[in-house]
C-alpha cells in the first residue's frame, strides 16, 4: 500500500521560489505516474506535473500554466518526490497533493494529469503565494 507524505509548502512572495518534496512508501517494483496536483480556494483540483518512472523516468509532463517556471524530480533512492517551484504568483496559491498510481507507458497522455487516473494521495500541504 503507497503512502505519500508531502512537506516544503508555506507562504512566499511574489517572484520566489519553494521546494516541495513527497516521500514515497510502499512502492512495489511496478512502473508509476507521479504526480503533483493542487486545488485553488473554491475550486477543482487540478494537475500541474506528472512523470513515469519507466524508460529511465524522462516521461514528464507539465501543466501549460507551469511550464518553465516548476520541475517535477524524483531522488536518486526514488523515495522523494519533489517539485521546485520557481517565480510563484499569486494564482499559484493553492493546497498541494502528492500522487501515484500504477500505471503503463500507454496510459493516453490526456489523462496523466487528471485526478481520477491516481490511486494514492498525501494529506496536501499548503502553499501561498502573495
Known amino acids: 500500500h503507497v503512502q505519500l507524505v508531502e512537506s516544503g509548502g508555506g507562504s512566499v512572495q511574489a517572484g520566489g521560489s519553494l521546494r516541495l518534496s513527497c516521500a514515497i512508501s510502499g512502492r512495489s517494483n511496478e512502473n508509476y505516474f507521479l504526480a503533483w496536483f493542487r486545488q485553488p480556494p473554491g475550486k477543482e483540483r487540478e494537475g500541474v506535473a506528472a512523470?513515469?518512472?519507466?524508460?529511465?523516468?524522462?516521461?514528464?509532463y507539465y501543466d501549460d500554466s507551469v511550464k518553465g517556471r516548476f520541475t517535477i524530480s524524483q531522488d536518486n533512492s526514488k523515495n522523494t518526490l519533489f517539485l521546485q517551484m520557481n517565480v510563484l504568483r499569486p494564482e499559484d496559491t493553492a493546497m498541494y497533493y502528492c500522487?501515484?498510481?500504477?500505471?503503463?507507458?500507454?496510459?493516453?497522455?490526456?489523462?496523466?494529469?487528471?485526478?481520477?487516473?491516481?490511486?494514492?494521495w498525501g494529506q496536501g500541504t499548503q502553499v501561498t503565494v502573495s
Open positions: 512523470m513515469y518512472t519507466g524508460f529511465g523516468g524522462g516521461n514528464i
Open positions: 500522487a501515484a498510481s500504477v500505471g503503463s507507458a500507454s496510459t493516453p497522455s490526456t489523462l496523466i494529469l487528471r485526478p481520477e487516473a491516481y490511486s494514492y
